[in-house]
């Protein structure tokens, strides 16, 4: 068998076939690049690109479990397939995304109602910038799911096979977004193509924030291009990817027309590698609202935060007191241990229009506080995360995230060791409804990690930074944790999954290419024997067509806005 070492290491090799598919056999010759290797002719210029909203997926089916109408379910089906994107001026970019587009159509969600998606790959055998076969394995990045729907790594869909994930959607409103988590191949995965987003709402949420046209997704990533368009990958020795092209739901650069209203932006950092640190040209604040796993209880205006790669910010831009014609900039103040070019200073542009049209989904002031309802399993004992203390927990743990030997590891433990063991190696076994106290520890020297915990949401109650307390933009329930250069981290957690039943759940870091290079542990909430996520609900053979479940999606606003 080749051993995982050796498989990431043609990593290097997919590199240099990029555009294999795309762009032909001159293609793979070529060596990995630093920076995009685009004619005058074909090199996005800022702001000059349309704003679009990735479309929303209508369900192929909706009924009540056993006709309950308290059980609602919808039932989706996304296909894992190449597509064509355009994404530069007078180029086509191949990607390899859900329904072949990216991001991937949008999910919309609401508490209670169960939903099943069927994941088809319909793939060719190879991939766009790896040598080897193009299997895949999908990840709901914030849902509590049973760790057979959870896109665990060694939980693999290959081509021609489907896998219907189950998400119980049980938990407070969020912003959630689903990726490819396939080991060895994640970052490649995900950076060409394989990522969407699915907001989950509830009633209180519902109140209290824009909804609808003022309700707007912005999905950051950056990339890199061949001369005929065809993406360009290199992992900079290990470290991760920096591309010169800023994306804003796969759109260079773009302009959004916006009305004099309250916007709520819900800005995820897709990128593979990449750091962002948001900030509004004319230095203006923006509230923040929500975090990875839900509302803020207070509200925060910041000038400018700090995002690592899958934390979600959802925060309120007020453009009531701008003139119509008036422009603002999301600019990029970048972070340590970015590689930055010309234009990544540059996010996108807003430019205020007349205003027009219904009042629906908007607000009139921005929140001071906001009220998340409290847990939706309160009456089990579950508590609100940002109800936590220290002293309600019963256990201490650290995740030593390190450099060693050329690998990057957690506490001196691989994805590697995991696999030998069959996958029995644990970090911890937390017990339901546990309360317990995590610190995550950088000591890998000059470089940061922003790490994912899966299944659960936490709240940050320290840092060795900022005077040892938590930024002003991560005072809500998160999951996705920044540890700067040398940072720790200390945060409390309740195990009171709605997946109560227990089983395997990965933390590792969302730099996908520290986490294809082994920095991912597990741990089991529960009873480790059960809810087996390789063998408990494995994918099937795809006996449909490749144009089955053909995608409706809903109207979207007028392009631009």
């Not at 990817?241 to 302009?255: A, K, Y």
Request: charged share 20%; hydrophobic share 35%.
């Amino acid at each position: 068998m080749t051993s995982r070492r050796e498989v990431l290491k043609l990593g290097v090799v997919g590199a240099a076939i990029t555009g294999v598919l795309a762009g032909g056999a001159e293609a793979a010759t070529a060596k990995p690049i630093s920076r995009s290797q685009l004619a005058p002719q074909n090199t996005p210029v800022p702001y000059r690109a349309v704003f679009r909203r990735p479309p929303e997926l209508v369900p192929f089916q909706r009924g009540f479990d056993g006709g309950d109408p308290k059980r609602p379910f919808e039932r989706y089906a996304l296909t894992q397939k190449l597509g064509q994107a355009r994404m530069l001026p007078g180029l086509t970019t191949t990607v390899a995304g859900f329904n072949g587009i990216f991001p991937g159509p949008t999910i919309r969600a609401k508490q209670g109602t169960r939903i099943e998606v069927r994941i088809r790959n319909a793939f060719p055998q190879q991939g766009l910038v790896q040598p080897g076969a193009f299997s895949t394995s999908t990840h709901l990045h914030g849902s509590a799911s049973l760790p057979q729907y959870d896109g665990y790594a060694n939980d693999i869909t290959v081509s021609g096979f489907f896998k219907n994930y189950h998400f119980p959607n049980r938990q407070a409103a969020r912003t959630l977004w689903y990726h490819d988590h396939k080991h060895h191949i994640t970052a490649q995965n995900v950076y060409t193509g394989l990522a969407g987003l699915y907001p989950l709402t509830d009633r209180f949420e519902g109140a209290q924030l824009p909804q609808g046209e003022f309700d707007v997704p912005l999905m950051l990533s950056d990339a890199l291009f061949q001369s005929d368009g065809s993406l360009a990958f290199n992992d900079n020795g290990e470290k991760g990817l920096w591309g010169d092209v800023i994306l804003v739901n796969g759109v260079p650069w773009p302009t959004m027309k916006v009305k004099p209203r309250i916007y709520r932006f819900r800005v995820l950092d897709a990128s593979i590698a990449r750091s962002y640190r948001p900030i509004l040209s004319n230095g203006d604040p923006v509230h923040i609202v929500a975090t990875d796993a839900g509302m803020t209880p207070v509200v925060q205006a910041v000038s400018s935060w700090r995002m690592g790669a899958a934390e979600r910010t959802e925060i309120l831009i007020d453009f009531r007191r701008y003139r119509t014609g008036q422009t603002v900039d999301l600019r990029n103040l970048s972070n340590k241990n970015n590689i930055d070019f010309a234009n990544t200073d540059k996010i996108m542009r807003f430019q205020v229009v007349a205003d027009s049209g219904s009042r629906a989904g908007s607000i009139s002031s921005i929140p001071s506080r906001l009220d998340a309802g409290g847990p939706p399993r309160a009456s089990l004992g579950g508590i609100d995360t940002m109800s936590l203390t220290p002293q309600m927990a019963t256990v201490k743990r650290q995740l030593r995230f390190e450099r060693q030997h050329g690998q990057w590891s957690i506490n001196g433990v691989l994805w590697d060791d995991v696999e030998r063991s069959g996958f029995t190696k644990l970090f911890g076994n937390p017990q339901p409804f546990a309360v317990e106290q995590w610190t995550i520890i950088n000591q890998s020297g000059g470089w940061f990690h922003p790490v994912h915990i899966h299944l659960v949401d936490a709240k940050i109650i320290a840092r060795n930074t900022n005077g040892g307390k938590p930024f002003a933009w991560e005072l809500g329930p998160k999951d996705v944790f920044y540890a700067g250069e040398n940072e720790s981290i200390t945060t409390l957690m309740q195990f009171d999954a709605t997946a109560q039943e227990g089983g395997r759940y990965m933390i590792h870091c969302h730099n996908l290419v520290h986490e294809d290079h082994d920095m991912m542990v597990q741990y089991a909430m529960g009873n480790s024997r059960i809810n087996d996520p390789i063998t408990a609900d494995p994918p099937k053979r795809d006996p449909l067509p490749a144009n089955a479940f053909p995608p409706v999606y809903r109207p979207l606003f007028p392009p631009g806005t």
